[in-house]
């Protein structure tokens, strides 16, 4: 009954490396969430994937932005050339969407990205 | 333009006071929900709100959504120390269940 998680919890680099941030779902979930939250906001839709797909990109802030879900269960965000304005908590959710009348959300504790 | 306002953005009172924070928005949505999030962590639902002109009641916490499901609020009653948190609000627009938008939160500190 592991609940969703993300790795790193912590991630530094410097400006212009590429990064890879892990969420895990809760098992059995097809819905798959990523956001941005930035301090003092709320979090930011970036991405959501249904199964293997991307059901909904339309959050992803550029081109630097890429994530995927090849197997249905774990995603990895990825960020190329990153910016110091890509530092924020990037946080991960996951729903079971089936059989419900509204979408109840999991969270992960999140992975907090600074780029120097 | 954020789609969902939330009010007050910081709100510090004192143990045993009430207080209400507000989520409005000039969207209709299919159903809304309120979060409560902590320094280090994910937002964790309390509750979800579906029917225009909905109380829900989460012992001490009590959560209306408005007849037009436009807007909601959440009434804190003998607010305690461990109701500090970010709270937030997120809607999910008609026909889009499967998307949620959130709103900025209120960060809200209960003083001993």
């Known amino acids: 009954g592991a609940g969703v998680s993300q790795t790193p919890s912590n991630k530094v680099t410097e400006k212009g490396k590429y990064v890879e941030l892990r969420c895990d779902p809760i098992?059995?979930?097809?819905?798959l969430y990523w956001y941005r939250q930035s301090l003092g906001q709320g979090p930011e839709f970036l991405i959501y994937f249904q199964g293997t797909g991307a059901a909904d990109d339309s959050g992803l802030p550029n081109d630097r932005f890429f994530a995927v879900r090849p197997e249905g269960s774990v995603s990895t965000l990825k960020i190329q050339r990153t910016e110091r304005g890509d530092s924020a908590v990037y946080l991960c959710a996951s729903s079971s969407l089936a059989g419900r009348s509204y979408n109840e959300q999991f969270f992960g504790p999140g992975t907090r990205l600074t780029v120097l | 333009t954020q789609l969902l306002e939330q009010s007050p953005q910081f709100l510090s009172i004192q143990e045993g006071e009430n207080l209400t924070v507000y989520c409005n928005s000039s969207?209709?949505?299919?159903?809304l929900q309120w979060y409560r999030q902590e320094p280090g962590e994910g937002p964790v639902l309390l509750v979800t709100?579906?029917?225009?002109?909905e109380v829900k009641k989460l012992k001490r916490l009590t959560f209306q959504f408005g007849d037009a499901r436009k807007d909601s609020s959440l009434h804190i009653t003998a607010a305690q120390p461990g109701d500090t948190g970010l709270y937030l609000c997120a809607g999910a627009k008609l026909n889009r269940d499967d998307k949620i938008i959130f709103g900025k939160g209120t960060r809200l500190h209960i003083l001993p």
């Open positions: 709100v579906v029917t225009g002109g």
């Open positions: 969207s209709v949505f299919s159903s």
């Open positions: 098992s059995g979930h097809t819905a």
